[in-house]
């Protein structure tokens, strides 16, 4: 018997995708699977529609559980997976009918604990182009370890199979944005072989305009918050396999985390708690080589006053004026020719 794979989907408010994706999954000519659908108390028929697949095919599993976000949604699937791998998929994402049987054999033939592979991405006017084929060449795992923790190849934690023992104690942090940058470098460094394939056979969706026609403010400040505290675990990382990286590592763990503040600056968006813990870490990062712009804005955060209000005014300018810009371009693309 072939080694058991576990898919993970955590599923919300993707009623128009997820047939498509659980399909995906059922097509595949790799059959030992074990199909995990977590319903996170989505308000549309995800729910209903995952019972109906399980009634269909004994392979999957559904779990149902109150809305507490995708993080939490994915330790309940790895809490629950009993495979030899994990492969996580994303409910409005689906995959080529050979995907598991081909990164499975690559992890077979190569005895890797952890085999990446390429992906298209399809835009919300249905155009459909390749991301990962200019991705780096690399076959040696510590430089594939090196460009994970610097995001030269992409940190997200679909479009991988991992061995299941590269999971055990390992978790997403809940309530945090760029959950995947966050925890994905501690996977690729528990791991003594990694495959890097840019072969894309997985289909990453950026296709629900709706999310793009209710972008905010806020959403970006929650961005810049969960990108900074990411970056702070890269740069933990850093100093312990490579440290030659953890300079740059603090450089965008900074920039992020300041631009987290600008945005907040008259909101109550971000605690007075992460405020302080974003100044108490630039206090604390060593930034003598930091170029001097980020220098600059390092000293005007912890002096604020006239200068931080402007700045932070423009700042919010800037990401209005870029929310607009995506708004009308979404717009423009669904007129009719």
């Known amino acids: 018997m072939k080694d058991l794979i576990s898919i993970i989907i955590p599923i919300y408010n993707v009623e128009k995708y997820i047939r498509r994706c659980i399909d995906s999954v059922l097509r595949q000519t790799y059959k030992n699977l074990e199909i995990i659908l977590i319903d996170d108390g989505s308000p549309d028929r ?46 409005d994402d689906y995959i080529e009918d050979n995907a598991i049987e081909s990164v499975y054999k690559l992890a077979i033939n190569n005895n890797a ?16 182009h390749c991301d990962s084929e200019k991705w780096p060449s690399l076959t040696e795992t510590k430089d594939i370890q090196k460009a994970i923790l610097r995001n030269i190849i ?32 501690h996977a690729f460094y528990r791991a003594n072989k990694i495959v890097l394939s840019n072969k894309p056979l997985y289909y990453y969706s950026h296709e629900n305009l709706d999310s793009i026609m209710s972008g905010s403010g806020r959403k970006y400040i929650k961005l810049h918050y969960g990108q900074y505290l990411a970056w702070r675990e890269h740069q933990n990382l850093a100093l312990k396999y490579v440290p030659e990286y953890v300079e740059e590592c603090s450089i965008k763990s900074a ?6 503040l600008f945005l907040s600056d008259e909101t109550n968006d971000l605690s007075m708690d992460k405020k302080q813990g974003i100044r108490n870490y630039l206090i604390e990062v060593n930034s003598k080589n930091w170029p001097l712009n980020l220098r600059i804005a390092k000293f005007i955060v912890l002096h604020p006053g006239l200068i931080f209000t402007i700045l932070s005014r423009i700042q919010q300018k800037i990401i209005e004026h870029q929310i607009d810009h995506r708004k009308r371009k979404a717009m423009e693309s669904i007129k009719p020719q």
Not at 113 to 120: E, N
Request: hydrophobic content about 40%; aromatic content about 16%; proline content about 4%.
């Open 46 to 91: 995800c729910g209903k529609i995952c019972d109906n697949y399980q009634l269909k095919d004994s392979r999957i599993h559904v779990i149902h559980q109150q809305n507490k976000g995708v993080s939490v949604a994915r330790n309940a699937g790895l809490k629950r997976a009993t495979g030899d791998y994990i492969f996580f998929l994303d409910p």
């Open 113 to 128: 604990d952890i085999v990446m592979i390429g992906h298209y991405r399809v835009e919300y006017n249905g155009f459909i």
């Open 154 to 185: 992409p940190n997200f934690v679909w479009g991988k199979l991992y061995k299941a023992s590269i999971w055990q104690g390992l978790s997403f942090p809940a309530d945090l944005v760029f959950e995947d940058l966050y925890v994905i470098p």
């Open 255 to 260: 920039y992020a985390g300041m631009r987290a």
